[in-house]
């Protein structure tokens, strides 16, 4: 079967124009600044669609950015290439991983427009039958934890399932009201984003009472303390990786050896690459799913796409953005999510 570089890199593309947009959440979602910026490839009476996510100073900067974007390639691995050349951060981003998300915008956008202008679409172009996506939708319960966010969503959509970002605030009495909410699939501890932890006595007994309570779940992203490590060596096969996951080779560099891994597309940030990581894991039996980054607009429905393509029955933390918003509204999509390809990249 064809892999995702080799049957997109090819594709001539021709861009006209491009222009920027925000976009920002129809409600309330908890966080301080939830706006994306969308950028638009027009060309042949086409349009390609790409999404930058995170950081609210790097999408202001973008959004008054002008590249030389215009030109025709005769491949779309050429057009790559001329971004290679493109200064995109005239100031350092705040992170480095930022240059990724960057990244993918232009290369999700570009992937788009050249699907259109050849006149396909990435499942026809792949030879693969994109397949209805599970899905579920994470979020923290707060300080002091909010057991009735979990229940009355799940009440409110009950093909939904759960990603939980557990605290040392969580006593075992919590623990086990959450754990009989049906639909908890992944527990997520935070531990590979340099956060301080101030007591490491209390996360490590957080770390016993979620293995003991939660024995079915996937856990992501556990902290790299030798007495977390060897609490978990006997479930190594439920740990998954997400935040170190940007290449093939991140996937041999994690403290645990890799059964289960995160792959998502802005945090990968290019398509060679992300094809590579998908050939990886298929053959060495690396199970996959793929999460969000709070995308608002087409890049939420492409990371969709690809797990439609790659990984449909995986507990893929891509949800329908309504989801995201701190009340959702009741008329949501259920998961199974209908993949509902679109042409070029994206969903209907």
């Not at 240059?99 to 956008?109: D, G, K, P, V, Y």
């Not at 009440?155 to 075992?172: E, N």
């Not at 796409?305 to 933390?317: E, I, K, Q, T, Y």
Request: glycine share 8%; aromatic share 8%; hydrophobic share 40%.
């Amino acid at each position: 079967m064809t892999d995702l570089w080799s049957a997109v890199k090819d594709l001539p593309i021709a861009i006209e124009s491009s222009s920027f947009e925000a976009l920002v959440p129809s409600g309330q979602t908890g966080l301080e600044d939830h706006s994306t910026t969308q950028l638009r490839l027009r060309g042949r009476g086409e349009e390609g669609v790409g999404e930058q996510v995170g950081m609210g100073d790097a999408q202001e900067s973008l959004r008054a950015s002008d590249f030389p974007l215009s030109g025709e390639w005769a491949s779309l691995a050429g057009f790559l290439a001329h971004v290679d050349a493109i200064d995109m951060w005239p100031e350092p981003p705040e992170y480095e991983l930022q240059r990724n998300w960057r990244r993918w915008t232009f290369e999700s956008a570009a992937l788009d427009l050249a699907l259109r202008q050849s006149a396909t679409s990435l499942p026809e172009i792949l030879g693969r039958e994109p397949q209805p996506v599970r899905f579920v939708n994470s979020f923290g319960l707060g300080d002091p934890p909010n057991i009735d966010k979990v229940v009355n969503r799940r009440a409110l959509h009950p093909t939904v399932g759960f990603k939980l970002d557990v605290a040392p605030s969580w006593t075992q009495e919590i623990m086990d009201r959450v754990a009989a909410v049906a639909g908890v699939a992944t527990i997520d501890f935070k531990g590979q984003y340099g956060l301080v932890v101030e007591d490491e006595a209390a996360l490590l007994a957080m770390y016993e009472r979620t293995l003991a309570t939660f024995t079915e779940v996937v856990f992501e992203d556990p902290h790299d303390y030798p007495a977390v490590l060897e609490l978990l060596q006997p479930i190594a096969d439920r740990v998954s990786y997400d935040a170190p996951i940007t290449s093939v080779e991140s996937i041999g560099a994690t403290p645990i050896e890799v059964r289960i891994v995160n792959v998502k597309p802005c945090r990968v940030g290019r398509l060679q690459e992300l094809s590579r990581l998908y050939a990886h894991c298929e053959s060495a039996g690396i199970e996959m799913y793929n999460g969000g980054m709070g995308e608002l607009g087409a890049g939420r429905g492409q990371a969709q796409l690809l797990a439609s393509l790659f990984h449909p029955g995986a507990p893929n933390d891509i949800a329908p953005s309504g989801y995201n918003l701190e009340d959702p509204p009741p008329a949501l999509p259920p998961s199974p999510l209908d993949p509902a390809p679109d042409r070029g990249f994206r969903r209907r």
